[in-house]
């Protein structure tokens, strides 16, 4: 597919609010991004027509129940079936903050056996409330995600995030077993350490949110459903970054460019 | 007993009589009374003439409408009255002093002042910026967590009501000692922590839910603040100028869009407008309305489309005093007469009587005008949102505003007679307070005197609430609250609004309340020096100002005569130092059981930078640098944080040197453009030795200072001075050998001096006035008490 060709579907209801800054990165990298309201794509049953998706973060139906549960559910609902060939034709989503938060709930991710009726996982409250702060994330994919496959194992990256609730966990009693599912499929992708790529250990404030086992962003199986709950679209330009003024050179990009980097090349390979 | 007056009128909704023509003056004020309008018997005396003139008597409809109308809230009787002043007579406040600054001051930059929901200034490109700081003291008292939410929401829509999109928001906080002792709580005030708890709480769920960064505030702490929290809430928008429509005519359709209406926020305005007591808890919880921030944003989503396109003549939003105001004002400010239908406002439930719906507060509502040929349009934009809008009347060509609830008219009133109330006269004095300079030895251990400083509340690191705002969403924050990993304060924020422009907008504030307890013009003066210096740090200039008043009731002469004061001081020092004002808000009656808040004037500033890749943060950058410090140190203690460690509050107070501050502003400017600047750090509560400290530990190095170059008055004979005075107009700049040169040529004629290097050491060292070493602390742990401080306090 050619560049300019690429068409991703940024989607929005009440409550989402990061749609505009993460249309500016595709388009930033020569792709088209369009933001389009949920009713819409119902009334035009169109998703199809689209490379990728995109869940930005927010706040959807204001959080009022679990985090991204209620617009989960209504997306189920109404466009479940359209969402279901779309991920089977392996047309990459991306879920970012509260979009990872809606990928949990609506079962699309860690989708271990494929998409699952219940959420395996939930993004619970902070053990230190919200927070908006700068973390460090260590790439652990192997090869699979198609939004990181540009980013070498091991690298540190630097991105923001802001959330009251994302503290990634599994039912305790599967916490073994699911993570070494992770591992075996190679569905961790990033880990919260510090400036120097060691881990967090669930240590504060490098691990902001008492995630389990510093998991900050996972995808699944097939790598082509990606979330995470740091935000890429704040990091992508130099001058969001949070020290700019103390360095004499600053690369023109931020870290947070290279998820979107990966997606579209991805795309532009994949024909 | 007024229920006499009181008539039913048979009607299957609600609707009373009040047969006032032949009451005499006690019962007038009881009336008042009775429907909660607080107006007075002037005011009172006037609704009477003119309904004796109409020959009927009025419904509650019509008198609520006009109480609302009238209250000092939506009206600013104080600022817009006559006051005698110490035998002078004062014809408005807001003319003579406020907007008059701006009309000396003329800038060609702006583009709407005083005008609107919000001021708004030119920025480029075709593009202006909007900004509003309201107060929302009240509500926050007796609610602060829905206090504090909706006073967001309230200045989110200030922002709405002049077509711009909200991107950015701030918050300058005032609360009592957390520390307070519960004993000497009196019944009816709420604790300190609670309250903080609550209104950091509120104000963050409202701006993260909104997706609008909170990017510059303060929080101060005051005794008087216990019974008296203060809460300012700011929003910062962009608009395309010149989709900016204010041309509705008669014959337009008034659309209400957002929220349903209900019983939260009855009488939210005379409840502002009058002092906190005991039973305001009880009485006045329903004045607080209730925050949904989704659907704001819902309603942001669709405003900015209607805008885009051009569908509608007129906004404004519902905010104090509901429809009555918003349907009023915007009748009048068109030269209109208004028909409304109240029956036709979406309800979150029945029965409520006409005048509650027409006075209700309830939140995320704005009022729009539209021509009839595009209301279908406007109402599928809205509908495709998820948010409802209802045609509730249009604009009428006769200037007489009716409203009718199923085809019964329930009240018709002129609209000159509704925007007239009676000139409010009132009394003000004012009379310098004796106060004495205290006399102490300096101390001996001055290291250990910072870190108290460091770990004071007013002083200490506010990380604990800036982290719970999201400073980073919508990806514009160039320069953020919190700098770099040792998270030091900046001192502006700066954001890049615009894809394919470098330039930027930058946001400070200045806050100095306990100077006022002093004098009221020089707390006044410093606030502006505060709010422009902090600006200019960051490279900030063409600076815009915002007032807000917080002050205690103005019916007492000395509390007017105070309030007097300070706007003879906005005056001075912005026409002399060429920053006009573009909006205000006042808050006045802010009295408790524990007396008058301490007079708190909130000035922010709003600058531009013409290419963010200039702007400065505070950070020590390296080591070997050289520190400058920029302006001059006088003995002016009083008010300081120094003094108040000591418990003494002192005599003389900070003033501004409005001339040299200019010189020296422009100067600091210029560096800056230079590139020479490369940490920039003003000085304010405690200092040059906690201005200091803080680039020192925010950076990660040390310095050494000598304070024997200083540049000082005579008399300021003592190291403990140089070290903690609060005079105006100072920074700290950190410099590379090489720029040295070109600095010092740019500085020349202002007081300025190199005072030290930075040092990799990470210690902090100021030489004293003797030649030896009279400070000394290591600079890691001057930051750890600096972030725990605060911090421990409200960690659960």
Redo the contacts between chains.
Sequence with gaps: MKRADIKICLLRVGGTNCDAETKRSFEALGAKADIVHVNELVKQRNLIEYSALVFPGGFSYGDYVRAGAIWAKWILAKLGKDLEAFVDDGRPILGICNGFQVLVEAGLLPAFEGVSQQPEAALANNVRGYSCRWVYLKHENMDKCVFTWKVPKGMVLRMPIAHGEGRFIFPKEKEKEFLKKLYDNDQLVFRYCNGDGEYAEGGFPENPNGSFHDIAGICNPEGTVFGLMPHPERAFYWWQQPDWTSKKRMQEYGDGKLVFESLIDYLERKG | MTQRFFIRRKTRFPLYEINLLGAEDMQLLEVSRELGIGLNLREMEKVQNYFRRKKRTPTDVELQTIGQTWSEHCFHKTFKGKIQFNGKKIDSLFKTYIAKATEKVDPKWCFSVFEDNAGIVSFGKGYGVAIKVETHNHPSAVEPFGGAATGTGGVIRDILGVWADPIACTDVLGFGPLNFDYKKLPAGVNHPKYVYMGVVAGI?NYG????IPTVNGAVCFDESYVGNVVVYCGCVGLLPLGKFRKNAQAGDVIVVAGGRTGLDGIHGVTFASAELTEKSEAVSRPAVQIA????E??LKRAIVEIRDLELASAITDLGGGGLSSAVGETAKKFGCGAEVELDKVPLKYGEMAPWEIYVSESQERMLLTVPRGNLEKVLKIFE???VEATPIGQLTADNVLILRYERVKVAELDISFLFKPPRTVRIAKYESPEFEEPDFPEPSNLAEVLKLLLSSPNIASKESV???????????????PL???YAGPNDAAVL?PL?DSWKGIVLSCGINPSYGKIDPYWMAASAIDEAIRNNVAVGGRRIALLDNFTWGNPEKPERLGSLVRACEACYDVATALGTPFISGKDSLYNESPLGPVTPTLLISALGVIPD??L???M?T?TSGDIIYVVGETFKELGGSEYYRLRGILGKTVPKVQVVQAKRIFKAVTAAIDAGLVKACHDLSEGGLAVAAAEMCFA?GYGMKLDLRKVPQEASLDRDDFILFSESNSRFLVELSEQGNAEFENLMKGKPFAALGKTTRDRRLRFIGLKGKVVLEASVDELGSMWRKALSSEVQP
């Design positions: 963050g993260n839910n909104m997706g949904n921030p989704i659907e944003e819902k495709r949102e998820d800036v982290r719970i705002y999201d400073h980073e969403v919508k990806g514009n924050t160039v320069i953020k700098q770099g990993i890049k894809s963010i890749r702007a400065v943060s950070e950058k950076g």
